[in-house]
């Protein structure tokens, strides 16, 4: 049973690019989340999706930053005209009911450096 | 106050030690709370939910305490391989994503 998968693990961009990281939530599991792991720094909250909605929103920096979560395919973390503090660790994770009441599992997780 | 604080350690204990972990969290509203390991920047791995009536796994036990607000993860026994991160974890208010703490380090020593 294939555990949360993302890729690439990881992704090298120039201050100013765009940055696509993606997340296959566990079989059967239709809840998605984004953390980010700044150096040095424990996880914060980005955003909560379930399939084709966002639920919540309120740790996504206001701009350049986007997730969807399609009703085919994986997760997609969007960062737009990447710049150096983005470089960080993306984990997403999954679960199989909502976050009040089921646990999450995480993915590998990106490591995005931004030159 | 942060809302989910720890001890950010290094920890440093023989093999064989008892070793223990408190996690303090600002919300008395908070209903769920877990213990992750995470290994060199690795993803953060389930090591137990705690439960208000506490709960054991093994070598691993997790208690709550409401009053005080603070959980705790009590390691007996150390091995080397118990060498990692620990992240306190508390659902947040709105029920849909997981606040950590920046973790506690361990380093079990032979």
């Known amino acids: 049973n294939a555990g949360v998968m993302q890729n690439p693990r990881h992704l090298v961009r120039r201050r100013g690019q765009e940055a696509r990281l993606r997340c296959s939530p566990m079989k059967g599991h239709s809840h998605v989340y984004w953390y980010r792991q700044l150096p040095e720094e424990g996880l914060k909250f980005m955003v909560y999706l379930q399939k084709e909605n966002i639920i919540d929103e309120s740790g996504m920096p206001k701009e350049r930053f986007s997730a969807e979560f399609p009703k085919e395919g994986p997760s997609i973390l969007r960062i737009q005209q990447v710049v150096r503090g983005d470089s960080a660790a993306y984990f997403c994770?999954?679960?199989?009911?909502?976050?009040?009441?089921?646990?999450?599992?995480f993915g590998p997780g990106t490591r995005l450096t931004v030159l | 106050r942060k809302e989910v604080e720890q001890d950010p350690g290094p920890f440093n204990v023989p093999e064989g030690a008892t070793v223990a972990f408190n996690c303090t969290y600002s919300n008395s509203a908070s209903q769920s709370f877990f213990w992750y390991r995470q290994d060199c920047r690795k993803e953060p791995k389930l090591l137990m939910s705690v439960y208000s009536s506490g709960n054991e796994d093994g070598r691993f036990t997790a208690q709550l305490n409401r009053a005080s607000q603070y959980i705790s993860l009590l390691i007996r026994d150390s091995k080397l391989s118990d060498s990692a991160t620990y992240l306190c974890a508390v659902i947040n208010q709105a029920g849909t994503a997981l606040i950590f703490g920046k973790g506690t380090t361990l380093s079990v020593s032979s």
């Open positions: 994770a999954s679960s199989l009911d909502r976050a009040r009441t089921d646990t999450q599992y």
